[in-house]
């Protein structure tokens, strides 16, 4: 009976400060995102939640006696963060570490205390007490929150395993524990994957300028490839040349991660699939090209003028519906869809614009330059 007093007593104590803990809530949500971005980690999401009234009347209910005061209450406020890769778990946790009064007490690494043969819930738990120390979060200077960290693939597991209900290994009926581990084995399979791959591309990336630079031939136009190329001649130089013949400026910071990639699959449309070849390509179409833009992009004003200037790989672009208009079997819309140039405009009206343009860029260019297809 006395239990349950007490026991009221923190949930109404609980209920009557519950903006603060919110509070806490959203200010550790916001320091924690800050610090990850200063950090450059790219992380999948960070989160925050405050518990309910009801859960924390539950958890007194299930563990009489041991709570005598909220502050002995570790996890009424959590951030949860998420990453991409297992191996991003370790560099977000020696963040919290660098920059959190951590309550070692009652943090846990779960990746220590599993046995060998179950992935399971892998994530670490700190528990870090806030201090005037941190400008953020000073107002709630005496308080702590919990900060989970866990990759996408253990956040996945510990999700779904606690929608079958199952808390522990000893809860799993025998006839499904084998299919438990074996899923187990999959998914920390699958994250050792994920992981190398990310090397891998990163890696591919590093290695890009010096390889395109001694055997261009022998590199693969992709979204990766793309990006540098657009950084180099004669892309950017044709890019310059197109917003010099339009008088704007060449929008080098350009805000379009989706870019390279649908430039590299215009090319590939256009049947260029190496680096060598394309800059093959446009040094033979130079002045094609450069004329082509000329004429097509006035015409399209309302298209392109809102962004304040030439795109990045606009030259690209010119060379890939240059092919299309000189090469029977290949379809203008079908480069106006790839690269989603439909907006104000619509697509019958890009592509009339550029048959017309290239018609007249045929007609002014001398019989050597102008595109055999």
Request: proline letters at 5%.
């Amino acid at each position: 009976m006395l239990r349950t007093l007490m026991n009221d007593v923190l949930v109404k104590d609980y209920e009557t400060n519950l903006p603060q803990f919110e509070g806490l809530r959203d200010a550790a949500v916001a320091h924690t995102s800050r610090l990850l971005e200063q950090a450059g980690l790219n992380i999948h999401h960070v989160t925050g939640r405050v518990k309910k009234p009801m859960s924390l009347e539950d958890k007194l209910r299930r563990k009489p006696g041991r709570y005598r005061s909220l502050s002995d209450v570790t996890d009424l406020v959590a951030v949860r963060v998420i990453t991409y890769f297992e191996s991003d778990v370790g560099a977000v946790s020696r963040l919290i570490e660098a920059n959190h009064r951590v309550d070692w007490e009652n943090s846990i690494d779960k990746s220590k205390m599993h046995d060998p043969d179950r992935f399971g819930y892998m994530g670490v738990h700190y528990v870090v007490q806030v201090t005037p120390d941190t400008p953020e979060l000073a107002a709630f200077a005496g308080l702590g929150f919990e900060v989970q960290i866990r990759s996408i693939l253990q956040h996945a597991w510990a999700e779904i395993e606690h929608d079958l209900g199952y808390k522990n290994r000893e809860a799993i009926p025998r006839e499904v524990q084998r299919r438990f581990y074996r899923l187990a084995g999959l998914l920390e399979m699958a994250d050792e994957e994920f992981m190398a791959l990310h090397r891998l591309s990163r890696d591919y990336a590093a290695t890009l300028p010096e390889r395109v630079q001694e055997a261009p031939d022998s590199v693969f136009i992709d979204a990766q490839s793309m990006k540098h190329l657009l950084t180099i001649a004669p892309v950017r130089e044709l890019d310059d040349g197109v917003a010099a013949a339009l008088s704007v400026r060449l929008l080098t910071g350009w805000p379009d991660p989706e870019r390279p990639q649908r430039l590299a699959g215009l090319l590939h449309y256009v049947g260029v699939h190496s680096v060598g070849a394309l800059q093959k390509e446009l040094r033979r179409h130079r002045d094609e090209i450069l004329a082509f833009a000329a004429l097509l992009m006035p015409m399209l004003r309302e298209a392109w003028t809102p962004a304040g200037g030439a795109r990045p790989g606009t030259s690209v672009v010119h060379y890939g519906l240059l092919r299309a208009c000189a090469n029977p079997s290949l379809d203008p819309h079908e480069i106006v869809s790839m690269l989603d140039m439909r907006g104000v405009l619509g697509s019958d009206q890009l592509v009339r614009a550029v048959r017309g343009a290239y018609a007249e860029a045929q007609r002014s260019l001398p019989d050597s330059a102008r595109s055999g297809g």
